[in-house]
């Protein structure tokens, strides 16, 4: 049977129709298959990526009990393995993975949480001790009196269990007439990006203060650890005895620190009167700073390490770069 023209224009026209879908259906697959390929590259990458972080960990904790436990009654970084980003071989995550490591003294800081001490209910009460300590460090970052007077006690406003604002702080009622109400956190704070939140803690404010500060897990003064402490970090020592101690010649202390370390702090202090209780001249507190590259992915990971207990732990963990911590 003959078929008009226009019939068999129709059913050319259908058959061009369904290439074109057949063909448009053919490059969707191809574009999802070559999306989940890349997606189980990327997942296999960040496994990687993580079992190596997991790795670097374990090394960092056997050289830093080394380093603990080398001359017991004190921890002399005489390797030079503190403070400086070492690259790490582990051949076995195969090529293209690269690790940078970082080991500090993480109790040469100021720890927000000592601006409290715990009562014996439990309750977080001020430490003016801390809170003075801590206005000093800030007037020597270039902070005003007022200004340094403030933020210290909303600091510890921030973290004390009552809600009686400091004569300069910011208690609950401050915080739940802003734009978006909140409150204080009335506990020991974990990260220090907590501080964030704190009223009069502006960006850079906190750019400012934050190599200066730590947020330690434990409610105690500061453990300036004499041994370990660099020139620069001098601020640190003058703020434990300011009336005593400029930051210059704290730097001038530092800089005569004997090869071995000093024995103890009262070494140290000799002759510049009492040691502060809080100056030690042995570690326990570090934090391991890493930076893990395999194929194209990174990570970058921040570790609080605890070298007071056997063996050594992994206290507080945090990912992502420097700019989000």
């Known amino acids: 049977m003959s078929r008009r023209p226009d019939e068999r224009g129709a059913a050319l026209l259908s058959v061009l129709l369904l290439v074109a879908v057949m063909a448009v259906l053919a490059a969707v697959m191809l574009d999802r298959l070559n999306l989940a390929t890349r997606l189980a590259g990327n997942a296999q ?22 380093l603990v436990d080398a001359q017991g009654d004190r921890t002399v970084d005489a390797n030079g393995l503190l ?28 720890n927000v949480n000592s601006l409290v001490q715990q009562d014996i209910d439990g309750a977080l009460t001020l430490r003016i001790v801390a809170l003075e300590q801590l206005r000093a460090l800030m007037g020597q970052a270039g902070l005003g009196q007022d200004e340094a007077f403030r933020l210290s006690d909303a600091m510890a406003d921030w973290i ?68 370990t402490l660099r020139p620069e970090q001098a601020p640190l020592l003058a703020m434990l005895a300011p009336d005593v101690l400029t930051p210059a010649r704290a730097r001038g202390l530092i800089a005569g620190r004997p090869g071995q370390g000093w024995a103890s702090a009262a070494d140290a202090f000799r002759g510049l009167g009492t040691a502060p209780a809080q100056a030690t001249v042995r570690s326990r507190w570090f934090v391991l700073t890493q930076s893990v590259r395999v194929d194209s992915v990174e990570l970058e990971e921040q570790a609080l390490v605890d070298t007071g207990v056997t063996p050594a732990r992994i206290a507080l963990r945090s990912w992502g770069d420097a700019e989000s911590r």
């Open 45 to 66: 990458a960040m496994m990687r990526a993580r079992l190596a972080a997991t790795s670097a960990e374990s090394v960092a904790l056997v050289r830093l009990k080394a």
């Open 160 to 227: 004390d269990s009552d809600s009686v604002a400091l004569p300069n702080g910011a208690e609950d009622a401050a915080y739940r007439a802003l734009p978006v109400p909140y409150r204080t956190a009335n506990r020991l704070i974990v990260d220090l990006t907590e501080l964030r939140a704190v009223r009069g803690m502006t960006a850079p404010l906190y750019q400012r203060l934050r190599p200066w500060l730590c947020a330690l897990p434990a409610a105690e003064l500061s453990p300036i650890q004499l041994n």
């Open 83 to 110: 403070g400086r980003d070492v690259p790490l071989a582990l051949p076995q995550l195969g090529a293209g993975a690269a690790i940078t490591v970082r080991l500090d003294d993480a109790g040469n800081c100021f």
